[in-house]
């Protein structure tokens, strides 16, 4: 028990054995009682008005003197309004450092309102990239301020693991990219940054690659031209045939990195012209299966074709000829001879779907996340002595993505690998619709 509790209940103690004391040598109880408890009484009511006054005063620091349980009482408020003053203090303190971040952010950042469009708050690059005004914003939906198409979908689809680019509203030379955050379970933060420093650079690498790979084709056709010549010419044949041809092997190797990365290019850059034609994929299938029947020659690869003939889809023929020609090429590059490959294309209940698999290599996990990558591959030598360029997956990647679709890769080292995508259910059309 507190101490000054103690001493109070023996005060107390001590006063009623007086009172009745008193009371018994007055012969009257209740008098001698009423005698000592009533200064007793006032006592406290002129502690509690002075606590209640002090209480009301707020600004006094320091507690009134006094003495008993009071003092206690006293020194308890005190002790808890410093405690709290404190922790004004530093929530103050952290407030303006937050303010003082949320000021020095690059990244504009909005804060909407629980369940609701409505902005409740921004920081100055918010004011900057996306023209907020305080107050005259502050309230309003964030529908009626940021009004591009793209933000709108974005903004009303609810799944916000993306991110979704859109030119600043008040500077169009500006990309921003924009990314909803939920949280708290009701809010959302939205955060815009500032993408066209990146946007340049990646268009000067993109520029570049393509600049480069233009400028390489003259010269290769020129050497593979001569090399030709040189080896059809019997002198040189003979004496330097085995260089020669390697010369060759190898210029044919460049040539095709030089036209992937052609083709990389213009899969990154270019908007497509046509956004979709009817492709016949059975067709086109059956067409790059005998090519892989070719390329696997002596192998002989067990290569089986599983396709809806009736099944065709509105995309762009060229891109995806590309894409599932690397697919099936590499099933061939990478199952050991005589393996078993299947290409197939059925429609399911999730849309038209193409699929490659086979008893090959096989891929460890680890890999899987990157080898769609330019140039990453699980075993160089391999790729290269099988003429790969370590395009072929990135290429897949991005004609896939301009389908609005993505590669699904499952594999087991040493039992093989399928390669999948599923295109979205509106694509299917009916064949009768082929133009040629
Ligand atoms: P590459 O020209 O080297 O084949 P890709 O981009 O087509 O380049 O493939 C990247 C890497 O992925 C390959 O080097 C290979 O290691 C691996 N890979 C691709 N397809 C298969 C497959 N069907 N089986 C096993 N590994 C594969």
């Known amino acids: 028990m507190i101490d000054s509790w103690r001493d109070e209940i023996w005060r107390f103690v001590a006063l009623t054995v007086v009172g009745v004391l008193l009371g018994l040598l007055a012969d009257n109880v209740a008098l001698g009682l009423l005698l000592v408890f009533a200064p007793y009484l006032a006592w406290h009511l002129y502690n509690l008005n002075r606590l209640v006054r002090w209480l009301r005063q707020g600004k006094q620091f320091t507690p009134p003197e006094s003495s008993g349980i009071w003092d206690d009482v006293f020194e308890h408020i ?47 690059a918010a004011a900057k990239y996306l023209g907020f005004v305080y107050p005259r914003d502050t309230g309003q939906r964030i529908s009626n301020l940021l009004r591009h198409p793209a933000f709108l979908a974005y903004l009303h689809s609810g799944n916000y693991d993306q991110e979704v680019e859109i030119p600043s509203p008040v500077n169009e030379d500006i990309t921003l990219r924009i990314r909803i955050i939920p949280y708290s379970g009701n809010r959302r933060l939205l955060i815009a940054r500032d993408m066209t420093r990146m946007q340049k650079l990646e268009r000067t690498r993109e520029d570049f690659v393509a600049n480069v790979s233009h400028e390489l084709r003259t010269p290769l056709t020129v050497i593979s031209g001569y090399l030709e010549t040189l080896l059809d010419a019997p002198e040189c044949g003979e004496a330097f045939g085995p260089q020669l041809r390697s010369m060759q092997v190898q210029t044919e190797r460049m040539n095709r990195i030089v036209e992937d990365l052609m083709l990389l290019s213009r899969l990154e850059s270019e908007v497509p012209k046509v956004d979709a034609e009817p492709v016949q994929v059975g067709r086109m299938l059956q067409s790059i299966v005998n090519q892989a029947r070719e390329l696997s020659g002596l192998e002989a690869h067990r290569i089986e074709l599983d396709v809806d003939p009736d099944l065709c889809i509105k995309g762009r023929e060229p891109e995806l000829y590309s894409a599932f020609s690397n697919l099936v090429f590499n099933a061939v590059r990478y199952t050991p001879a005589g393996g078993r490959i299947k290409v197939s294309w059925k429609d399911t209940e999730q849309g038209p779907r193409f699929a490659v698999e086979d008893s090959g290599v096989g891929i460890e996990p680890h890999h899987i996340p990157r080898i769609t990558e330019r140039f990453y591959r699980v075993d160089a030598g391999r790729s290269r002595s099988r003429g790969g360029t370590g395009l072929g997956l990135a290429i897949v990647k991005h004609v896939l993505l301009r389908h609005q679709t993505v590669l699904e890769i499952n594999s087991e080292p040493g039992v093989g690998s399928a390669f999948q995508c599923r295109f979205a259910p509106q694509r299917r059309i009916s064949c009768d619709q082929d133009t040629d």
């Open 78 to 124: 005190f002790r808890l309004q410093q405690r709290n003053r404190k922790r004004k203090r530093n929530l103050r303190r952290m407030l303006k450092r937050f303010h003082k971040i949320t000021v020095a952010l690059p990244d504009a950042a909005v804060e909407l309102q629980p369940s609701s469009e409505e902005i409740e708050w921004w920081n100055s």
